[in-house]
T-cell receptor
Framework: NAGVTQTPKFQVLKTGQSMTLQCAQDMNHNSMYWYRQDPGMGLRLIYYSASEGTTDKGEVPNGYNVSRLNKREFSLRLESAAPSQTSVYFC????????????FGPGTRLTVT | AQSVSQHNHHVILSEAASLELGCNYSYGGTVNLFWYVQYPGQHLQLLLKYFSGDPLVKGIKGFEAEFIKSKFSFNLRKPSVQWSDTAEYFCAVNGPHGGGYNKLIFGAGTRLAVHP
């Protein structure tokens, strides 16, 4: 099992450019999550998908969109990148039901200049 | 709003010293509690979790945590740290408020540096 995988690992964008961060899990988990990690602020939830076909906003959704493409894949899109979106982005998944622990991917380090 | 507080942002210890990292949460009701660890350059890994039962929970690598409901606390402990414990530690909680048990709320993290 690869667990949770993310691509790319690193990305540099110019202000205004768009990009999509990809996430996939091979654990047959129902729920998937996107977080951003900034120094001194811990992890903040951007969007999540409790199950295939549903998505909901988290704490900091502005400037982002998501797609739950199928049970395995959950992508995060930045339509017009801003320097404030410079961060490390983590995808996570959990089985669902009463299994609450989340499993994290390796992260994408994004710099917007 | 729900929140999780980690009291120490940076901790520096020598090898073999004892460790206690504080975590307090602001909910009432039934909660699930987690400690995650992030080693330098790596992703978050689960260290231990508490759902119910014995409030003293043992995790991997000799870590343990104690849930004290009356104090809304879930402090992480290790009797003797090693250089390899150098990492950032995150406390996280889910509960019946806000988005419910679907979501984890994370603390800001504590950076631990252990010197040989």
């Amino acid at each position: 099992n690869a667990g949770v995988t993310q691509t790319p690992k690193f990305q540099v964008l110019k202000t205004g450019q768009s990009m999509t961060l990809q996430c996939a899990q091979d654990m047959n988990h129902n729920s998937m999550y996107w977080y951003r990690q900034d120094p001194g602020m811990g992890l903040r939830l951007i969007y999540y998908s409790a199950s295939e076909g549903t998505t909901d906003k988290g704490e900091v959704p502005n400037g982002y969109n998501v797609s739950r493409l199928n049970k395995r894949e959950f992508s995060l899109r930045l339509e017009s990148a801003a320097p404030s979106q410079t961060s490390v982005y983590f995808c996570a998944s959990r089985p669902g039901g009463q299994s609450y622990e989340q499993y994290f991917g390796p992260g994408t380090r994004l710099t917007v200049t | 709003a729900q929140s999780v507080s980690q009291h120490n942002h940076h901790v520096i210890l020598s090898e073999a010293a004892s460790l206690e990292l504080g975590c307090n949460y602001s909910y009432g009701g039934t909660v699930n509690l987690f400690w995650y660890v992030q080693y330098p350059g790596q992703h978050l890994q689960l260290l231990l979790k508490y759902f119910s039962g014995d409030p003293l929970v043992k995790g991997i690598k000799g870590f343990e945590a104690e849930f004290i409901k009356s104090k809304f606390s879930f402090n992480l402990r290790k009797p003797s740290v090693q250089w390899s414990d150098t990492a950032e530690y995150f406390c996280a909680v889910n509960g019946p408020h806000g988005g419910g048990y679907n979501k984890l709320i994370f603390g800001a993290g504590t950076r631990l540096a252990v010197h040989p």
